[in-house]
């Protein structure tokens, strides 16, 4: 986003002429910031054969995973209905890592009849699979590596008490499986959580990784995640993505020599390629001043951007009507009935009813988190692509709400 003789722009498009085509709220993607994110990783690994599988769970609309097919990147994808969206996108199964968690073995079968590649998380199902498939069909196996990383508890997926992957110490176990069914394990996955800043983590990881995989002797790829931390104000101390590739690239090529075969190393980035491309524009609908706090009422909230008040996440905002008026602090609050306070204290540029708020970070896990509560409607969503705002999802309406209610005789 840019400020140009006074008006705020994406790729040159007029942000406040966007809304008034589109309405608000409004989600917002720069596609070309998405390729700037494809190409800065691709660059930092580029001593290495790496392969992105972007997480469709951060943002999982068609047109966007299409954005992400036309980079060459591949999906990792949590459930079988995301998995239908890449395949609608046009990615061959077998660029689909399929991740689930806590899902029945069902589930898992569909994903190998779709002939998606399949990423097993827990014994049960290691066994159910193993007895199923034999070594018909390959698998990777996520490791808990007992690491604990993350800017938050609830995005912190490596530790000991967390629900994911299968714990290190139980290495013994999946191998009494594996050679029982005679499974064929093709990788190893670990994810330790978002928003870490420290290369050690990836780099500690890496060695608990390459441990294990000396036990694995049919690998093709060994897969570290993500959780890069992007920035989310000024001055946001972030993941150094060249040094990181640096020093990892040249760890994995040393164990890849050992090993005796060039592997693939993947990444799953969610966040790190979308975040920073999206932006939630809400309407201020009212300034209410308190003895304590002027508020700033817009006409959107939790039910579109839940992450500030369930991660307690901070999303920079601007006034994009007003961007010379006096800075004046605010507290920005939505149209939901309880507290869903978007960002308080903020200092914007004085904000008038009517004006356009323009709220950062609203790539990853904003539309896709989203709901009806309290029988609101989901905003659109455009991206915006070589110069030209596409509107890539209507904006829901009230028979998309009633749709699939059945109204009985009472």
């Known amino acids: 986003m840019k400020l140009e003789n006074n008006r705020y722009t994406i790729q040159g498009v007029d942000i406040e002429q966007l809304c008034h085509d589109f309405g608000t709220p409004l989600y917002v993607y720069d596609a070309e910031k998405i390729g700037h994110q494809v190409r800065t990783l691709r660059n930092a690994f580029k001593a290495v054969d790496l392969k992105i599988k972007y997480a469709v769970k951060a943002l999982s609309n068609v047109s966007v995973l299409k954005l992400m097919h036309t980079l060459g990147t591949g999906l990792d994808v949590v459930s079988i209905e995301e998995a239908h969206i890449g395949l609608k ?4 199964p077998n660029e689909i890592l399929y991740s689930p968690n806590s899902v029945s073995f069902d589930e898992i079968k569909k994903a190998v009849d779709l002939g998606l590649r399949i990423n097993i998380d827990n014994i049960s199902i290691l066994e159910q699979f ?64 978002s928003d870490i800043l420290d290369a050690e983590v990836f780099i500690q990881g890496a060695n608990i990784l390459f441990d294990a995989a000396r036990e694995f002797p049919d690998l093709n790829y060994i897969d570290f995640g993500s959780g890069f931390k992007v920035a989310y104000r000024e001055g946001d101390v972030t993941t150094d993505i060249q040094a990181l590739g640096k020093r990892l690239s040249k ?109 950062k970070n609203a790539g990853a ?20 692509i070589n110069g030209e705002a596409k509107l890539i999802r209507k904006r829901e309406t009230m028979e998309d709400i009633l749709r699939n209610m059945v109204e009985i005789d009472v």
Not at 156 to 177: A, N, P
């Open 365 to 384: 896990y904003a539309f896709t988190m989203s709901s009806n509560y309290n029988s609101r409607l989901r905003p659109a969503e455009v991206l915006v």
């Open 89 to 92: 996108a046009g990615f061959d």
């Open 130 to 193: 193993g007895h199923h498939y034999h070594d018909s069909v390959p698998c990777c196996i996520r490791i808990n590596p007992h690491i604990m990383a993350g800017g938050h508890a609830n995005i912190s997926t490596g530790h000991i008490d967390s629900k994911f992957g299968i714990s290190i110490l139980q290495m013994r176990h999946v191998h009494r499986v594996i050679n029982t069914n005679n499974i064929k394990v093709e990788g190893l996955h670990m994810h330790t959580g």
């Open 251 to 359: 760890s994995f090529d040393n164990f890849c020599q050992e090993y005796g075969k060039k592997l693939e190393i993947w990444f799953e980035p969610g966040k790190f390629l979308v975040s920073e491309a999206g932006f939630l524009f809400a309407r201020a609908n009212v300034i209410k001043t308190t003895p304590a706090t002027v508020f700033v009422g817009v006409n959107s909230g939790m039910n579109h951007l839940i992450r500030p008040m369930m991660y307690n996440s901070y999303h920079d905002m601007l006034n994009i009507s007003n961007p010379n008026g006096t800075f004046r602090v605010y507290s920005v609050v939505g149209y939901i009935c309880e507290t869903d306070t978007l960002g308080a204290d903020r200092k914007l540029n004085e904000v008038r009813e009517g004006d356009i708020i323009g709220i």
